[in-house]
Structures are given as C-alpha cells and as structure tokens.
C-alpha cells in the first residue's frame, strides 16, 4: 500500500451544491429479493457462498471472542475479508464490518474495539483506505454513503467519532483527530411544499479534504466541502464550515483564525 495520501485542491466551488442519493438502507433490506441475498449485500460486500461462509465464520468465531484466543482468532480470519491487509495489523473486539471487501488498510493499523467500518457505498477498494500504522480508536464510526473515504499514515482517529462519506472524505499524513469528533456528511433539502424533508434528498457542497500534520480537537464538527490547509489546528468543539489556511489556527462557531503556528 502506498502510505502517502496525496490532499487534492478542493474539486467543487465553495458556493457550489451537488446532489446525492439518498441513503437507501431501508430500501435495501426491504426490498425484492431473498433474506439471504439482502444480507449478503449489505453485509459481506461479495458473491458466492465461500465469501458468504468466510465472513460468517470470522464473525460467530471471532468477532465477540475475548482475551488473547480472541485476538489470535481476529488475526487469523479477519483478513481474508478485506480487499487488502498489510502486516501486523491488530483487531479490537466486537468490530462491526460490512462489505469489507471494499476496505484496504495498511501495515501495522490498529482498529480498536467496538469501532464500525461501513463500505456498502463504496465503489471498490480505493474508495476505503486507511493508511500504515494509523489507529482507530475505540467506539469511532468509518462509514462510506457514497464517495470514498481515505485516511493517511501515521494518525490518529480519537474515540467516538464518526466519519460519514457523502461526496468523500481525505485525511493526510500524521493527522490527529481527537475523540467525538464529525467529518463529513451533507445536508437535506429544506423547500416548503416539496414533502417531508426526509424523502428530499441530500445536497452537499464536495469532499472534505484535511492535510497533513492536522490537529483537530475534541468534539470538532467540520462539515462538506471544506478544506483544512497542512498543519492547521482546531480548536475543541468549533464547527468549521470554511477552509482552513495552512499552519493556521482556528476555533469557535463558526471557526474563526485565533492565531498562526510560529
């Protein structure tokens, strides 16, 4: 795996808005088709009846399993889920996986216990990447709507974060998110007279793109289509709805510059 993850320039003009497909969970499960056909594509991510087998005996093996039988077990059938998994990489208890096969991850990653790894809209395995010795830590959710979702090498994912995909997320190298923080995500359409706001459907501004060497806070809300220039800092709790120049610090709601690193 490459562990350098390229920050793009921004793809989608700040006051631009871009439609996207309404999350179609329900209708997935509720639809034509068999019980086990649905499960399998919400779940395993792949046809046929090994892949199906596979995932099925990595999750009533492993999955719950504690102590170091369980640890030994994960190492041992995790794997063969994934589109790729680099060395020494280490899964916590009670990990959540659906369509792993969309999932590459690195050398030496760690994914801590009770975290949810979510690749049902992902198009294939460069669409959700994490990046060598990158840690995700304990109850935090990696969830691609649609887009793609790619983290760098070397960072750290706090606990009880969510990162939700609409139009895709790309964190850099060396990154630190602290603990509760949201990335991502879009916004429903809000006309009158147009139905509930629930069946509108979402519009999102772009991707979120963070550089290398960020800092984010704890409980930090940075919504779509903003940009976070290499080695900038949020501050705990600010919601940042614009771009982030390099190197600068920030914080509030909306975020506003505080300072420069010097």
């Not at 060395?87 to 916590?92: A, E, H, K, L, Y």
């Not at 290398?212 to 290499?230: E, F, K, Q």
Request: charge should be positive; hydrophobic fraction near 40%.
């Amino acid at each position: 795996m490459n562990e350098n993850v390229k920050i793009p320039g921004r793809a989608t003009p700040p006051d631009a808005q871009e439609s996207v497909a309404k999350d179609q969970v329900v209708a997935a499960l509720s639809g034509s088709g068999s019980a086990l056909e649905k499960y399998r594509t919400f779940f395993v991510g792949r046809k046929g009846w090994a892949a199906l087998l596979r995932y099925e005996a990595a999750m009533l093996l492993a999955q719950g399993a504690r102590g170091a039988l369980g640890f030994a077990l994960r190492k041992t059938l995790y794997p063969g889920l994934f589109a790729r998994v680099g060395r020494g990489v280490n899964f916590g208890r009670d990990v959540s996986l659906r369509c792993p096969a969309r999932i590459r991850l690195g050398d030496h990653v760690t994914i801590d216990d009770g975290c949810a790894l979510d690749a049902r809209g992902a198009r294939d395995d460069a669409d959700f990447v994490i990046g060598a010795r990158t840690l995700i830590a304990r109850n935090t959710i990696l969830l691609v709507k649609q887009g793609y979702l790619r983290i760098g090498a070397d960072g750290s994912i706090g606990s009880q974060c969510c990162l939700s995909a609409v139009s895709g997320i790309e964190i850099g190298n060396h990154a630190i998110i602290a603990g509760q923080c949201y990335i991502g995500g879009g916004r429903y359409r809000t006309a009158l007279g147009a139905g509930p706001m629930v069946r509108q459907g979402l519009q999102t501004k772009g991707p979120v793109i963070i550089g290398n060497d960020v800092w984010l806070g704890s409980g930090v809300r940075v919504l779509d289509g903003v940009r976070i220039g290499d080695g900038a800092i949020v501050a705990a709790g600010a919601v940042v709805i614009s771009d982030v120049a390099e190197n600068t610090i920030v914080g509030g709601c909306p975020a506003k510059v505080i300072s420069q690193r010097s």
